[in-house]
């Protein structure tokens, strides 16, 4: 691959997470876009993640999701609590400390009560694609407040810009397994994604010490559900990677790049020749903490969770099975989803 920019983010415990220079993808020349979109897929399929660099989404612009997400993280509790999260079907709104508990594939049931024992320190807010009827956005509306205005146009303006980048890594994918380039676009065109706005609030170091030995974490080890998950972490970090050893390896923040994993249901779709791989997030010791504080400082991240169109019919794809046979029953994105989601709440 010597005509693109690939280099390894990640390399312990045999998990390699390339860094993947996406320009190429997006502006090189036909060789260089086959050779990118062959390291992506190549990425998917061996560790379930990739770090994606000059991706096209302006630092500027995630510099500005990220202040306007910890002002509404800001807001008093009662506003955001009058956003409350309602219902799986729609995964819209604001879900208070503990209230979430990811959930596992069905083969992993057994390990859901261990899971949920150990409550997750965080809060969110999940948006999704605007006007969908009897699925409202949970916005802030307070009397000429001109923060919550400002706050819902940069969301939804970033919902879009996101998509746009799912539809080009879904591209890379099909290209990489040579399939038509635009094979999926009738599958993302939709844009039934969730933007999800994070917040680890500081906390006690002694939260971190339990006398039970279970580790306390920020999130719980997890698979995602959808296709392709988009995460824009800041400098804190905490991502922690299951490698194949079963050990789990710190997925360290690297400037200027955005970290993409493989989710469940794309998984199922290649007939797991792709890898959704298991991850979770723990509270990282500050990296120079001459202070004295009993507490850790508060972490913000920013996911987007790319989903098939709900209504599109999700089966093995073509090349994935016609030696094996195909693992999975087809099944509707949207229900497969709400299955997720009603397991998670």
Known sequence: ???INVSQAVAQDDLVIPLIDFSA????????????????????????FIYLSNHSIPASTISTVFANSAKFFARPQDQKDKLAWYSPEANRGYSGYGRE?????????????????????KESLEIGREGEKGMPNMWPAVEGDEDAKTFKETMLAFH?????????????????????????????????NTLRLLHYPGVPKSMFKRDDGQLQVRAGEHSDYGSLTLLFQDERGGLQVRSPKGTFVNATPIPGTIVINAGDLLARWSNDTIKSTKHRVVEP?????????DTYPPRYSVAYFCNPNFERVIEALPGTYEETGKKYEGIKSGEYLVKRLTATY
């Open 1 to 3: 691959m010597a005509d």
């Open 25 to 48: 993808f997006l502006s090189g020349t036909p060789a260089q876009k086959q050779q990118t979109a062959q390291a992506v897929l190549n990425g998917f399929q061996t560790a379930g």
């Open 101 to 121: 508990k990811v959930s596992l594939p069905d083969e992993d049931k057994g390990k859901v009560a261990e899971l949920r024992a150990v409550p997750d320190l």
């Open 160 to 192: 879009d810009t996101c998509k746009e980048l799912h539809m080009q890594l879904m591209r890379a994918i099909a290209l990489g397994m040579g399939i038509d380039e635009s094979w999926f676009d009738g599958y993302t065109d939709v844009g039934d």
């Open 285 to 293: 010791p500050p990296k120079v903490d001459n202070t004295g504080s």
